[in-house]
Nanobody
Framework: VQLQAFGGGLVQAGGSLRLSCRVS??????????MYWYRQVPGKEREFVAG????????YFADSVKGRFAISRDNARNTVYLQMNVLNPEDTAVYYC????????????WGKGTLVTVSS
């Protein structure tokens, strides 16, 4: 299973950015996967950002991003999105998408990250 994230870049504080992550190479349908976004700042542990549960699309978020970020999926495109609004410099990190066949605190499949930099 391969995951590839897109959409990182440089944005000013208060701005918005949308990340995408496409899943390929799986014998299972995309809707069977619970999808996640994590982020990591150099020198710090990777932290959970958002998740969307397989099949019923329930979503959940880290407290630090609630009300500002949204996660969604397009099963026809095998893609999960992270819409990030009202960004602040503390959101600067490498963002990773991840997947598992069941909700998990340690997803099985990971993509390479995409860097998001928020300038003040």
């Amino acid at each position: 299973v391969q995951l590839q994230a897109f959409g990182g870049g440089l944005v000013q504080a208060g701005g918005s950015l949308r990340l995408s992550c496409r899943v390929s190479g799986s014998g299972r349908t995309f809707s069977e996967y619970t999808m996640y976004w994590y982020r990591q700042v150099p020198g710090k542990e990777r932290e959970f950002v958002a998740g969307i549960i397989r099949r019923d699309d329930r979503t959940y978020f880290a407290d630090s991003v609630k009300g500002r970020f949204a996660i969604s999926r397009d099963n026809a495109r095998n893609t999960v999105y992270l819409q990030m609004n009202v960004l602040n410099p503390e959101d600067t990190a490498v963002y990773y998408c991840a997947a598992d066949l069941a909700p998990s605190d340690n997803p099985t499949y990971w993509g390479k990250g995409t860097l998001v930099t928020v300038s003040s």
